[in-house]
Every structure is written in structure tokens, then in C-alpha cells.
């Protein structure tokens, strides 16, 4: 058994880093303001300190070499003691974690605190992006990406800053001139060095430099081609469906004036560029509607602030029918910029609808793959020779 402050330069230290980092960047995109804590081997501070309205909590992560239950239950055990000794005016939050750990094996963890400390926050994390979380607000956090058919358990970080944000965008600004403009916002060209992939998607020449490094670096870059192209689609695509797979920080609503038409309320909402249609809406805004019944989703870049300039929607009770549902835009840069106005409303380009969709229990499968076979199969095949 280990923990992540084992000896720098360790297997086990660089891998405490990335549970670190992986950890963080969950509660982040659920909208968790995250605090990181100054390293401190005697454990008298905690890891991280997350907040949010009306939740606050104080984060000790502790990582196992391995994803067993007789390594990771006495893990948990040591370090909700210290977190609850450091917690302060927070509430503990003890997080284990190990490079790979099977559903069963977390909900071994999870039903352990649950008959010994039973009012305990208890997380579960692995570096393929299973998250098991239990306590007041942290069930949005839970993803069990390493179950899925497909993934491979070796994900290296490398794999997952590959679809950061401004990656996704460049991505889809390497994918655009496969695709018609009314499908995919994003300038269309080749490129040859990173100055040029910058210059076109608008990004510092660094950040592409750093994107180009990881492509070349998993096989994704063709090597002898003129200018910059993708190859080994097939994995590539997977580990971005993969990298969509997390939880959201979304909101139920409903219009405050009773019988109104949503359609038409959702138009008001959709003016000024604060919000797009997503998931299956956007895939009805683009023509390649399949999937009926399922409330229109819009994206926003902040949650919070965006909801909290809208006048005529209310939150859903729970006894309600939602007219709508807002979700925090899972990559705003790449989901923003990629935006099109195929009809006039503001809507996710293809590949954010195709990406999205896939992991949503409302016939989501069916819906990504009839975009597949209607337009996206040869780009994900890389039919394109241009």
C-alpha cells in the first residue's frame, strides 16, 4: 500500500500527481471552485478545499498501487481519519485511488463507509475515469468510464490532457475541411508547423505546439504527409467519446408563464450568444434529428451566471416537467467556437452533438449513430485524402 506522497520521481509519485490532477479537474467541471492546499507530509492540511453553494469540502486523496479492497478500504479509512482531523469548518471528503479499479471494487469502498461511517463523504477514483463519489452534492461527480467495452486500461496522461478544452477545438479545426460549414464553425485549411495551426484557431502558439507534441507522441499524426493529418481514427475518436463520458452541472427548468410554446421561449434564450441548443436538439437544428420525447438542451458557459440573468425560466421542481434543460458546456471553447446557425438558431456543431450524445440513456447510442451513417462515418474512418 502506498499514498501519494511516496519518494519523487516514484511510479507511484507521478501517478499521485495525476489522481491529483485528475480530482481536480473533475470538481472543476461540475463548477466546484477548487483550492489547492500547500504539500504538507504530517498531514495537517488537507489536499484540496472544494466549494460550492451550500457545499464545502475539505479533500485528503490517498493512492494504492493497486485497485484491490484489501488495499483500498484501509486506505480510505486512514485518510477520512485525517481528513476529519483537518476539516475545520469544512465537511471531510476522503478520496482513494489507484491506476485502475473495477465498479465492484468501488462500491466495496463505498458500502464499507456506509456500515462503519455511515454520515462520511467518501470518493473513489481510478486514472482510466471511473469516479464513485457518495455525500451532498457529489453524486454529479460520478462517471464509470473504465467500464466501458472498448477503453483500454492503459490511458496515460498524456491521454487525457489530449482532449483538454483548446485541444478538442483544434481537433475539430484539423477535422473541418471534412465537414460543410453549416455542420462545424472553424476555419479550413492545411497546416504544416504549429505557428499556422495557431494563427487559423486562434490560439497561442504554444498550446498548439504542446497539442502537435501529444498527437505525435500516441501515433495520431501522419507522419510523412505535406501537412498535418490525422490517422488511427478509430482509437483516436474513442478516447475523445471517452473524455465525454464525465458527469454535468446542469438545471431542469421551465418557463414561468404557464402553456407557453417552449420553442418559443427557447428562441428568446438562444439570442445574444449566451447559449446554444446541444445533444439532440442541435441534432434536430442540424438535420439529423432521430430521437423524439427528450427535453431540449441548451449549453451555457457558467451555469450560475448565465442562469442567473435569465428573467422568464425558473428552476423544475421535482414533481415537474422540465421545458428545458441547461447543462454547463463541457469544453466551452471548443463547443463555442465551433457553434452554427444552420437555421438561424445558435446550435453545437456535428461532432460535439455526435460526441455527447453517445452516453445518454434516452436512445443517446441510437442517435450518435445514425450522425455516424448519415454524415460523420467517413470522417471517423478518415475516407478524406485532401
Not at 464499507?112 to 457529489?138: K, M, Q, S, T
Not at 507522419?223 to 474513442?238: G, I
Request: include cysteine.
Amino acid at each position: 500500500m502506498a499514498d501519494k506522497h511516496s519518494s519523487p520521481g516514484s511510479g507511484i509519485s507521478r501517478r499521485g500527481r495525476e489522481a491529483e490532477e485528475l480530482l481536480a479537474q473533475a470538481f472543476e467541471q461540475a463548477g466546484w471552485r477548487v483550492s489547492r492546499q500547500q504539500p504538507d507530509r504530517q498531514g495537517h492540511r488537507p489536499d484540496f478545499l472544494v466549494r460550492r453553494p451550500a457545499a464545502s469540502y475539505a479533500v485528503k486523496l490517498k493512492l494504492a498501487a493497486e485497485g484491490r479492497s484489501d488495499r483500498l478500504i484501509p486506505l480510505w479509512s486512514q485518510s477520512y481519519i485525517q481528513a476529519a482531523r483537518v476539516a475545520g469548518e469544512h465537511v471531510p471528503l476522503a478520496v482513494v485511488a489507484a491506476p485502475k479499479i473495477a465498479p465492484r471494487v468501488a462500491r466495496n469502498v463505498l458500502d464499507f463507509a456506509e456500515r462503519y461511517a455511515p454520515n462520511a463523504a467518501v470518493g473513489v477514483i481510478d486514472l482510466v475515469g471511473l469516479r464513485l463519489f457518495r455525500g451532498p452534492h457529489l453524486e454529479d461527480l460520478n462517471a464509470l468510464v473504465s467500464s466501458a467495452p472498448g477503453l483500454r486500461w492503459r490511458v496515460p496522461g498524456d491521454r487525457a490532457h489530449l482532449f483538454s478544452d483548446l485541444n478538442q477545438w483544434m481537433l475539430k479545426v484539423l477535422l473541418a475541411p471534412e465537414l460543410p460549414p453549416e455542420l462545424l464553425s472553424a476555419p479550413r485549411g492545411n497546416y504544416q508547423n504549429a505557428s499556422q495551426l495557431a494563427g487559423a484557431a486562434r490560439v497561442s502558439v504554444m498550446s498548439a505546439f504542446r497539442f502537435l507534441q501529444l498527437l505525435r507522441r500516441q501515433g495520431y499524426l501522419h507522419e510523412s504527409a505535406p501537412h498535418f493529418r490525422l490517422v488511427r481514427r478509430d482509437d483516436l475518436f474513442k478516447g475523445w467519446q471517452a473524455s465525454a463520458l464525465r458527469s454535468y452541472n446542469e438545471a431542469p427548468m421551465r418557463f414561468l408563464l404557464p402553456g407557453r410554446d417552449p420553442g418559443i421561449g427557447i428562441r428568446q434564450l438562444l439570442k445574444g450568444n449566451r447559449a446554444c441548443m446541444a445533444l439532440f436538439a442541435a441534432a434536430e437544428e442540424l438535420g439529423f434529428g432521430h430521437v423524439g420525447g427528450v427535453p431540449s438542451y441548451l449549453y451555457v458557459r457558467r451555469l450560475a451566471v448565465d442562469l442567473s440573468a435569465w428573467k422568464n425560466v425558473v428552476l423544475a421542481e421535482a414533481h415537474e416537467v422540465p421545458d428545458l434543460i441547461v447543462r454547463q458546456a463541457p469544453a466551452p471553447e471548443s463547443v463555442f467556437r465551433g457553434m452554427v446557425r444552420p437555421r438561424g438558431l445558435a446550435s453545437c456543431d456535428i461532432l460535439q452533438v455526435w460526441l455527447d450524445v453517445g452516453g445518454h440513456p434516452s436512445r443517446g447510442q441510437e442517435q450518435a449513430d445514425f450522425i455516424r451513417q448519415g454524415v460523420l462515418g467517413p470522417v471517423l474512418r478518415g475516407d478524406h485524402r485532401g
